[in-house]
């Protein structure tokens, strides 16, 4: 099995160490870099794989918070604070978990967990969904709603949803609101799966029961077809 590769991102010597240390009683990770700024973090990234970050909020130069707005692809990340303040913006960007520091080996193993449940196969910031079909039926996510990180079935959602300010996703049997962008849900949707048919929606053709020029019809559900989506969208459901 390949070790799983740490960036560890903070300014102050104390906290990298703990990490460290922490991490030298996993025998499954590996610390592949050290960075003192979050400059230093983004060239790092540029350059080198890594499979977990452990990234400290407040940093000089650029901010944890700050870098994680500027990565369109971020790996999985364990924000680290001595602040519970950040803590629910920190979700907002889908991290893994946060940690207060000083940080404790019981609490640092519990991110480290769930990092190996969710995280290292990027169920979190998933990019590309393989094209198995077990692979789709078995894939979620997890968005932030209601103040706690709600799991969706990928192959459940019917379509989603942008309103002003938050979105709502659909499935069978229950609406998710959660407050990101259109945008960024669709960067975690295989686009063999969804297709953006209006600025206000993505559907799943799997779904799909009925179509026209004009609209698209998900059970009893019609949704308008927007002109800059109509041609992409024609060659979708023709195959």
Known sequence: MNKIRCLVADDEQLAVGIIESHLSKLPDFIVTGICN?????????????????????????????????????????ILTTASREFALEGFEFNVIDYLLKP????????????????????LINYTSVPQ??????????????DKKMVRVMVKDILYIEGLKGYIKIHTADRDI?????????????????????HRSFIISLNFVTAFSAS?????????????????????????
């Open 132 to 145: 198995q079909l077990n692979s789709f039926d078995q894939h979620f996510i997890y968005v932030k709603s």
């Open 103 to 122: 940080i404790s080996f019981e609490r640092f193993l519990k991110a480290v967990t769930k990092f190996e449940s969710i995280g290292s196969t990027k």
């Open 177 to 197: 609101i959660t407050y990101q962008t259109l945008y960024d849900l669709e960067e975690n949707l295989s686009p063999d799966h969804f297709v953006r048919i």
């Open 37 to 77: 700024n979050g400059t230093q973090v983004y060239r790092f990234l540029k350059e080198h794989p890594v499979d977990l970050l452990f990234l400290d909020i407040q940093m000089p130069e650029l901010t944890g918070l700050e870098l994680l707005r500027t990565l369109k692809d971020p790996p999985p990340a």
């Open 215 to 239: 609209h698209v019809e998900i059970g009893t559900k019609e949704l308008p077809i927007g002109a800059s989506y109509a041609e992409a969208l024609q060659k979708k459901l023709h195959g």
